[in-house]
């Protein structure tokens, strides 16, 4: 046995998951308590997944236990020691890691450089080929396969989330903390990603704490489960002895329906579907480094149905969004909407009845700044009833924006229902549902939908899909592009699956075969944008 | 008979475009240079103009009451250090816009240059020495191209060793990293404000040793002309460098061959157009700028950090 070996086992012996408790911890921002006498318990070596809807104070709790905002009152203990846990540096001293939700990777520079600035005591002057040949032989001990020379911008999202979980394991942490890991993952890339780190917790090498929305990911890989709900807990124990109508209790604070699976009927071959609404011919289009990023593009989405877009992120669905809803321009090809050339102007939106829930609706569908009436009115502000008046010099009408405002967020359930807070401050769920009163709401002719549950707990989106469907059966014409094959599987009439820039694959929703489905999202995986 | 001088005229035209980039470009290599620092750690400082000017009067100011124009050249980089923490410190405090603080800081430095400056505008102060490249040639042409500054070849090594530094040290690593994704730096442990005020004020000190250039060694002289904006347009040279020292250094020689564009033609009897073969500088730095930028697309290279890469 050589050297190197032995001090890995050495290290293997010391190396137990980590022990951790939560005791009465309080987290204030301002007048809002986020947490309020929270107490959790993790065992060393077990699988803790910590469930909540949007705002229960999931991710707020975690960030406590990693010092990235410390808590007002309250005590973590690691291994029964009481630990304070003032910034990320006393959590890196406690192998405490985190995988936050969105990346907290370098984009402009490479794997190795991400990995190597993880470790946090390089020295001052780096050996690259000494740390390359380290970091490849990490690497190789695990099952990940990434290329080190890559810059983290021309990374699928996929391989951005791998290199998040290697860079923790690459720090040794004893306690790894996941803040929604498979958000952005195909089924099978989730499952290879959550059963690998499953397996390490049954070595007893490491103990994983995880925020998931994802009833079937806690009953396949967790032990122990923590519910909180409004910043409070909620409840907590076994995996085994808690059903999931049990979890989902305890996160609604009432029985609630909860989807356990049954899947959208086969659609039936014969059903009628209207006219073409949206005709997709030979689209080009270039990413924003200005390589190719959907190529000759055909696609046709008819009346009454919704077409649901598969494929592993950075396979060109962003691009294709984008470009459908006027914030790209096309390099090629053609776009029809009723027939007519369309060119995403607003005249040609209000014309043909085009709504759209693109993905980060703070970003791509509102202005952060202003309040919740004004970004439910930015369709239609500039014409009647909302502008109008003397001369129709076209004064804005708040009074009437604002009344419309009300309906909306009482009709969607809006939180918190005031129509004058800037949305920015709104939760992630809260600015969907702004949204999505203000596209659903409307004559709604072709609907653009990318991604509209990212993020959110099981009732909004279970809300989402109602509304989805309920749209589609008044019919409107749906293109549904999503990164979740289950939610394409329950809601579309038709999957195309999307690989580098192109349509690869395209079956009706009766005859599914996920298996193929998923050999064609897979044929573009690996260097689905490098190129 | 035309031919032949045609030849000799076109050969002493590249000399002089030669010697002219030796000679002028040192003071865009050292702002460039500062100017990337700084921007890698996600910041832009447009003061770097002000600082320039401020570290042109405050070296000849300090050459001339030391008499020693190295002491000089260190007063210059102290006021650039000053001038950098000043714009550091003001954009960390909360909401404060860092192209804005640059605006107001060129305006300071400048104004501050030309105050103190008044009664350094007559009296001769020592200069840097220079240093015959060309001795071994018998041609005054050749020797007087040749003959360059200390500040050149030290400000050139300096760009391999900032290219080095950012890919293998680990300050150049971490200074990237905060440039890159504050969060990711802060989420890491990583200090960002001070990283950031750190290259703010290492930038100053670089932009300040560019302005000793100017007034001590060429023109060599302290007026309130001195810089003309070159302090700017090595802002604008770090963009089309797409922040890589080594790229900045050979940005810098052909913005100095630009700016002797002009003298260099002179020189050669063509005297139609001074002003416009002047203003050469000036326009190929516009001509760079619409090069580079390619609408719709983020740049590649940039630091993610930087206010005009976010979307």
């Known amino acids: 046995m050589d050297a190197l070996t032995h001090t890995l086992l050495a290290a293997d012996v010391q190396d137990r998951g980590a022990a951790v408790e939560a005791y009465r911890v309080t987290k204030r921002f301002g007048a809002l308590t986020a947490l309020d006498e929270v107490s959790l318990k993790v065992e060393a070596g077990s699988f803790h997944c910590l469930l909540g809807e949007n705002g229960a104070g999931k991710s707020t709790l975690v960030k406590c236990l990693v010092g990235y905002h410390p808590p007002e009152e309250g005590s973590f203990l690691v291994d029964g020691r009481e630990q304070a846990i003032r910034s990320p540096r006393d959590a890196q001293r406690l192998r405490i890691g985190m995988v936050y939700q969105h990346f907290t990777l370098a984009p402009g520079m490479t794997v190795a450089e991400n990995l190597l600035l993880a470790r946090g005591d390089l020295p001052l002057r780096i050996d690259w080929r000494r740390e390359k040949a380290a970091l490849a032989a990490f690497l190789a001990s695990t099952p990940f396969r990434l290329d080190l020379n890559a810059r983290v911008a021309d990374l699928a999202a996929g391989e951005k989330q791998k290199l998040e979980i290697l860079k923790q394991l690459y720090l040794g942490q004893r306690l790894l903390i996941l803040d929604e890991p498979t958000s952005v993952l195909t089924p099978a890339e989730a499952d290879e990603v959550l059963g690998l780190l499953h397996g390490m917790t049954r070595d007893g090498r490491l103990t994983v704490m995880m925020i998931t929305h994802k009833f079937r990911e806690v009953s396949a890989y967790g032990d122990s489960v923590t519910v909180l709900r409004r910043g409070k807990l909620a409840g907590s124990g076994k995996v085994g002895e808690l059903t999931t109508q049990d979890m989902a209790e305890m996160m609604v604070g009432s029985a609630v329906f909860v989807a356990t699976a049954p899947r959208r009927r086969a659609a039936d071959p014969e059903r009628k579907t209207g006219e073409i609404r949206l005709a997709v011919d030979r689209l080009c289009a270039d990413n924003d480094r200005g390589m190719p990023a959907v190529r000759e593009l055909d696609l046709v989405v008819r009346a009454g149905e919704i077409v649901g877009i598969a494929g592993v992120a950075g396979n060109g669905q962003k691009e294709l969004i984008e470009v459908l809803l006027g914030q790209r321009s096309a390099r090629g090809g053609a776009l029809r909407v009723d027939g007519e050339t369309y060119g995403a102007t607003r005249a040609e939106l209000r014309r043909h009845g085009v709504f759209s829930l693109p993905e980060e609706p703070l970003r791509n569908a509102c202005v952060p700044t202003m309040s919740v009436a004004e970004n439910m009115g930015l369709r239609d502000f500039d014409i009647a009833p909302f502008s109008g008046g003397w001369l129709s010099l076209r004064f804005l009408r708040r009074g009437a924006l604002t009344r419309r405002a009300k309906e909306w967020i009482e009709a969607f359930g809006v939180r918190p229902p005031d129509p004058s807070a800037a949305i920015e401050n709104l939760s992630g769920g809260n600015v969907q549902r702004a949204v999505l009163a203000r596209e659903l709401s409307g004559a709604v002719r072709l609907l653009i939908v990318a991604n509209p549950v990212f993020g959110l707990d099981f009732a909004a989106t279970e809300a989402i899909h109602r509304r989805l469907d309920q749209a589609r059966n008044d019919g409107a014409a749906i293109l549904l592009v999503s990164e979740d094959l289950d939610e394409l599987l329950e809601l579309s009439d038709r999957i195309l699956v999307m690989s580098e820039g192109r349509i690869a694959h395209q079956v009706l929703a009766g005859y599914v075969d996920v298996a193929e489905i998923g050999r064609h999202m897979a044929g573009g995986a690996g260097h689905g944008t490098g190129h | ?311």
């Open chain 2, 1 to 311: 008979m035309s031919e032949t001088t045609d030849g000799l005229a076109f050969g002493s035209l590249a000399l002089a475009l030669l010697g002219g980039a030796l000679r002028v470009s040192t003071p865009f290599l050292f702002v460039s240079l500062g100017e990337c620092i700084t921007e890698k750690s996600g910041r832009i400082n447009l003061g770097l103009e002000g600082t320039l000017v401020l570290g042109a009067m405050g070296g000849y100011g300090v050459s001339l009451l030391t008499g020693s124009p190295w002491l000089g050249v260190l007063a210059a980089g102290l006021c650039g250090v000053l001038m950098g923490l000043l714009h550091g410190g003001l954009c960390s405090l909360p909401k404060v816009n860092d192209i804005a603080v640059g605006i107001a800081l060129m305006l300071f430095g400048t104004g501050l240059a030309f105050f103190l400056g008044k009664p350094l505008i007559q009296p001769q102060a020592p200069m840097l020495p220079s240093v015959e490249l060309g001795a071994w040639s018998d041609d005054e042409q050749i020797r007087s191209a040749l003959r360059i500054n200390v500040l050149l070849p030290v400000g050139l090594a300096l760009a391999g060793l900032l290219h080095w530094a950012f890919r293998a040290s680990r300050w150049g690593l971490a200074l990237r990293l905060v440039g890159d994704n504050a969060a990711a730096a802060r989420a890491l442990g990583y200090p960002v404000v001070p990283i950031r005020i750190g290259a703010t004020a290492a930038g100053g000190f670089l932009a300040g040793v560019g302005g000793a250039f100017l007034s001590l060694y060429y023109p060599g002289s302290w007026n309130e002309g001195l810089s003309s904006g070159q302090g700017l347009m090595a802002v604008a040279l770090v963009i089309f460098a797409r922040w890589n020292p080594l790229r900045c250094a050979l940005a810098a020689l052909l913005f100095g061959a630009a700016g002797a564009l002009g003298p260099a033609l002179q020189s050669q009897g063509i005297t139609a157009g001074y002003y416009l073969f002047n203003a050469a500088p000036y326009v190929l730095t516009l001509a760079l700028m619409a090069a580079s930028w390619t609408p719709g697309q983020t740049l590649a290279g940039a630091p993610g950090e930087l206010s005009f890469t976010q979307r």
